[in-house]
């Protein structure tokens, strides 16, 4: 049976042809291999991350590690089920990562610095993203701002809050993540990395 082609702007290529010229390091083909297949694999790294943004990152990180495994190409006899594979599995390494960073995020925001706990730098680093974590709140849209606040200035559980404000447990919850997400943000963008809270939080 004769290949299916695949097509770009300029030139045809047989499937084989294609993953034959990216395993060489054809960056034009790999192109073409993003501009098929990116599309597909969209929906499913949405519904996985129930996030564009995060979507677009899952993404960017699945073709970064395809262009580093290329050299397989040859030896995939699916191509079509492996991209999903390992986007499956970014997926999900994404999300264990997203996941603690949230959960280091939310110790290092209840965190509060002590000159006697904490060494003259750890003192001072603390300090500033305890700055950088006001700014990141007085950012956020009114209603994200005010559940947080009830959350972490009045310790208040989600359940109370939602009772309080007439809104569900999931809305809460998913509000309160996205404020962690502002604050995660906001952090990076200040030039606070994970590994920096880790070592915070030892």
């Not at 009830?150 to 919850?173: F, N, Q």
Request: include cysteine.
């Amino acid at each position: 049976m004769e290949e299916k082609p695949v097509f770009n702007d300029h030139q045809t290529y047989s499937e084989k042809e294609l993953y034959a010229r990216i395993a060489d390091g054809d960056e034009q083909a790999f192109l073409l291999l993003f501009k098929t297949f990116s599309p597909m694999i969209r929906p499913f790294t949405r519904k996985i991350t129930n996030s564009e943004a995060d979507a677009e990152d899952v993404i960017q990180e699945v073709f970064v590690r395809i262009w580093l495994y290329r050299d397989r190409f040859t030896e995939i006899e699916n191509l079509k089920s492996w991209i999903f594979t390992v986007t499956a599995n970014e997926c999900m390494r994404y999300m264990r990562q997203k996941l603690t960073y949230e959960r280091k995020t939310d110790e290092l925001v209840h965190r509060q610095p002590s000159p006697e706990n904490n060494t003259p730098l750890e003192y001072a680093q603390l300090n500033q993203i305890s700055r950088f974590v006001k700014e990141a709140v007085e950012g956020m849209p009114a209603q994200r701002k005010k559940i947080y606040s009830l959350s972490r200035d009045h310790g208040m559980k989600p359940a109370a809050i939602a009772a309080a404000l007439s809104l569900s447990v999931g809305t809460v919850k998913n509000v309160l993540s996205r404020a962690l997400n502002d604050i995660r943000d906001h952090l990076v963008a200040s030039g606070i990395s994970l590994s920096v809270m880790l070592f915070l939080l030892r």
